[in-house]
């Protein structure tokens, strides 16, 4: 796919974006009848968690803090952190057992940066008990059959990077993670072949740089969603993204040069997807809905794909979004093996064209989009389960950006976290969504696999640990923090034995 050409204009884009609206069909997948047997044989079927969120021992063996420690003891996520979590780092060996239990192809999972390489620069020599407890996690997974699926950064970057440099916001971090990533590909790239540069750098530059409240919390009135004092929301958004995208195609090629040959691996980054639909027929909700396509998708993978930044975003962020320059665009473009998807939920779109005349402007208002999240988007609620609209997105990607290679790294029920081990909702959320899949699938997307999020009840950015994603329950008031399945870790593990389930969660009982 590296030598993948596309050439649609913007004008070719927009139609084929109306015509989709035009003739979606919201079919029924929720009442779909299917069975593992219906995917490829060599589709993935997983579960993730990331470092942060599981690991604990956050101040054992060597690790320094890294920007998600600094967030959570300022209070963002309830007062609540990650210094113990899921105490994954202690307890991976039962961990790796409930996914055998469960029958899960593939591990989904992050790297700590500073576990891994702690000094005060980010950068030094390797933390050997880091080393060695990766390396015990990617053996106990492998000696299982578990294929371990990689993120080498997931909202974690090293403090003492932010201290040193401002983090992602310098030039400065691209050397550095591509030195990271080495250390990575070196030490266990021999067992591991999917890697994942950087979790959803669209909600990372949104929610740490332009709204202030995702690590590292940097952002500036009036575009503040909390009263951080650090960072610019006009241009710090467009600026971080870019030099996570060189960042990215460095790493990318840092794995071609020297390590494609031998390991025959795969590098991908992720993105946060939304799907969006326009609130009303009218031309130019139509149209902004394409406009916020961009903004939110199109800002990561038509680089990747085209080599640049969407048009309307070019043209709307003007001087504030970066310029490739032509090595570099040829460097971005092209630079993936597959594309991650993220999506749990969708949203309305309407006009907002007026916000371009405003003189002070972040991203909400250079995309000129006004967007309705649904009541349940920032609240602990459970997600409404609207399977289509992952359906329509894996039909969009296969449209307008060539049908790259997916994975579905993550998609999930969020239910409250002390709510009884029965979560039916989490099982027909994910019937619902397995079988969009399957439809996108059989409709020619190239879709590779699925990852469940959570494999259990982790520590969430936003919510600590108010609510969860998890087909294990963990015990958090527990000592032992003990994890029990759920339902739904039942329906999945039933699902992937190829037994033929509907949505009924009482023929998993
Ligand atoms: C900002 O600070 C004020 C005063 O300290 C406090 O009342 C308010 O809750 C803070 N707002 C946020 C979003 O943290
Ligand atoms: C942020 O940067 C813009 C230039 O893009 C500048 O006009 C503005 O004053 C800066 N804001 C702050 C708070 O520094
Ligand atoms: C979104 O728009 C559709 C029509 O396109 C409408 O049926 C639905 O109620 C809207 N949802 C919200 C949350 O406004
Ligand atoms: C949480 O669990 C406790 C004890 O089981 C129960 O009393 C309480 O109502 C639950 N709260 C929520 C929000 O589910
Ligand atoms: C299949 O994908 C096409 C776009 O390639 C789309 O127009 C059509 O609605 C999809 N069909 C189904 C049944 O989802």
Same mark, same amino acid.
């Given at each position: 796919?590296?030598?993948?050409?596309?050439?649609?204009?913007?004008?070719?884009?927009?139609?084929?974006?109306?015509?989709?609206?035009?003739?979606?069909?919201?079919?029924?997948?929720?009442?779909?009848?299917?069975?593992?047997?219906?995917?490829?044989?060599?589709?993935?079927?997983?579960?993730?968690?990331?470092?942060?969120?599981?690991? !604990?021992?956050?101040?054992?063996?060597?690790? %320094?803090?890294?920007?998600?420690?600094? @967030? =959570?003891?300022? *209070? #963002?996520?309830? $007062?609540?952190?990650?210094?113990?979590?899921?105490?994954?780092?202690?307890?991976?060996?039962?961990?790796?057992?409930?996914?055998?239990?469960?029958?899960?192809?593939?591990?989904?999972?992050?790297?700590?940066?500073?576990?891994?390489?702690?000094?005060?620069?980010?950068?030094?020599?390797?933390?050997?008990?880091?080393?060695?407890?990766?390396?015990?996690?990617?053996?106990?997974?492998?000696?299982?059959?578990?294929?371990?699926?990689?993120?080498?950064?997931?909202?974690?970057?090293?403090?003492?990077?932010?201290?040193?440099?401002?983090?992602?916001?310098?030039?400065?971090?691209?050397?550095?993670?591509?030195?990271?990533?080495?250390?990575?590909?070196?030490?266990? !790239?021999?067992?591991?072949?999917?890697?994942? %540069?950087?979790?959803?750098?669209?909600? @990372? =530059?949104?929610? *740490? #740089?332009?709204? $202030?409240?995702?690590?590292?919390?940097?952002?500036?009135?009036?575009?503040?969603?909390?009263?951080?004092?650090?960072?610019?929301?006009?241009?710090?958004?467009?600026?971080?993204?870019?030099?996570?995208?060189?960042?990215?195609?460095?790493?990318?090629?840092?794995?071609?040069?020297?390590?494609?040959?031998?390991?025959?691996?795969?590098?991908?980054?992720?993105?946060?997807?939304?799907?969006?639909?326009?609130?009303?027929?009218?031309?130019?909700?139509?149209?902004?809905?394409?406009?916020?396509?961009?903004?939110?998708?199109?800002?990561?993978?038509?680089?990747?794909?085209?080599?640049?930044?969407?048009?309307?975003?070019?043209?709307?962020?003007?001087?504030?979004?970066?310029?490739?320059?032509?090595?570099?665009?040829?460097?971005?473009?092209?630079?993936?093996?597959?594309?991650?998807?993220?999506?749990?939920?969708?949203?309305?779109?309407?006009?907002?064209?007026?916000?371009?005349?405003?003189?002070?402007?972040?991203?909400?208002?250079?995309?000129?989009?006004?967007?309705?999240?649904?009541?349940?988007?920032?609240?602990?609620?459970?997600?409404?389960?609207?399977?289509?609209?992952?359906?329509?997105?894996?039909?969009?990607?296969?449209?307008?950006?060539?049908?790259?290679?997916?994975?579905?790294?993550?998609?999930?029920?969020?239910?409250?976290?002390?709510?009884?081990?029965?979560?039916?909702?989490?099982?027909?959320?994910?019937?619902?969504?397995?079988?969009?899949?399957?439809?996108?699938?059989?409709?020619?997307?190239?879709?590779?696999?699925?990852?469940?999020?959570?494999?259990?009840?982790?520590?969430?950015?936003?919510?600590?640990?108010?609510?969860?994603?998890?087909?294990?329950?963990?015990?958090?008031?527990?000592?032992?923090?003990?994890?029990?399945?759920?339902?739904?870790?039942?329906?999945?593990?039933?699902?992937?034995?190829g037994i033929e389930l509907d949505n009924d969660p009482s023929i998993t009982a």
């Open positions: 796919m590296m030598e993948r050409e596309t050439s649609f204009t913007l004008g070719f884009l927009i139609l084929i974006i109306l015509n989709l609206a035009a003739t979606r069909v919201v079919s029924t997948v929720t009442d779909y009848q299917y069975t593992r047997s219906d995917f490829p044989v060599d589709f993935v079927f997983g579960s993730g968690t990331s470092a942060y969120q599981v690991e !604990g021992a956050a101040n054992e063996d060597g690790r %320094t803090p890294s920007i998600w420690d600094t @967030f =959570a003891y300022a *209070g #963002y996520a309830h $007062g609540e952190n990650g210094d113990v979590a899921c105490d994954q780092y202690h307890k991976y060996k039962e961990d790796v057992r409930l996914m055998v239990e469960t029958g899960i192809d593939a591990y989904r999972f992050s790297i700590s940066w500073s576990r891994l390489l702690p000094s005060t620069n980010g950068r030094g020599p390797v933390n050997p008990k880091g080393l060695q407890y990766y390396n015990n996690l990617i053996n106990q997974l492998i000696i299982n059959g578990i294929q371990a699926h990689v993120t080498l950064h997931n909202f974690d970057l090293p403090q003492a990077l932010e201290d040193e440099y401002e983090g992602w916001v310098s030039r400065d971090i691209i050397g550095d993670f591509t030195y990271y990533a080495d250390v990575c590909f070196r030490e266990f !790239g021999d067992r591991v072949l999917y890697w994942t %540069t950087v979790n959803e750098p669209n909600v @990372f =530059a949104l929610g *740490g #740089y332009d709204k $202030g409240n995702a690590p590292p919390n940097r952002c500036s009135p009036p575009f503040c969603a909390t009263n951080s004092t650090r960072g610019n929301s006009t241009f710090e958004p467009y600026l971080v993204l870019h030099h996570i995208l060189l960042a990215h195609s460095s790493v990318v090629r840092l794995y071609k040069t020297n390590y494609m040959d031998q390991q025959g691996g795969f590098v991908g980054i992720s993105v946060y997807t939304l799907a969006y639909t326009p609130q009303t027929n009218l031309e130019q909700d139509k149209v902004a809905t394409q406009r916020a396509r961009d903004f939110f998708i199109g800002w990561i993978v038509e680089p990747l794909i085209h080599g640049d930044y969407p048009i309307s975003m070019k043209r709307n962020a003007g001087a504030r979004i970066p310029t490739f320059t032509s090595i570099e665009s040829k460097q971005v473009k092209g630079s993936y093996d597959f594309i991650g998807i993220i999506h749990y939920t969708n949203v309305n779109v309407t006009d907002n064209s007026g916000a371009l005349n405003i003189k002070l402007r972040d991203y909400t208002q250079d995309m000129a989009a006004n967007i309705i999240y649904r009541e349940d988007m920032f609240s602990n609620d459970e997600y409404s389960v609207t399977p289509w609209g992952l359906q329509e997105e894996l039909d969009i990607f296969k449209l307008l950006y060539g049908n790259p290679p997916i994975f579905i790294l993550e998609n999930g029920q969020r239910t409250a976290s002390n709510s009884s081990l029965e979560d039916v909702s989490r099982v027909k959320y994910l019937h619902g969504y397995i079988g969009a899949v399957l439809h996108a699938l059989r409709n020619g997307s190239n879709v590779k696999g699925y990852f469940a999020w959570s494999f259990m009840d982790v520590f969430e950015l936003l919510d600590g640990y108010r609510s969860s994603y998890g087909l294990y329950y963990v015990d958090h008031n527990d000592p032992e923090l003990k994890r029990y399945p759920k339902l739904s870790a039942k329906w999945y593990k039933r699902f992937l034995m």
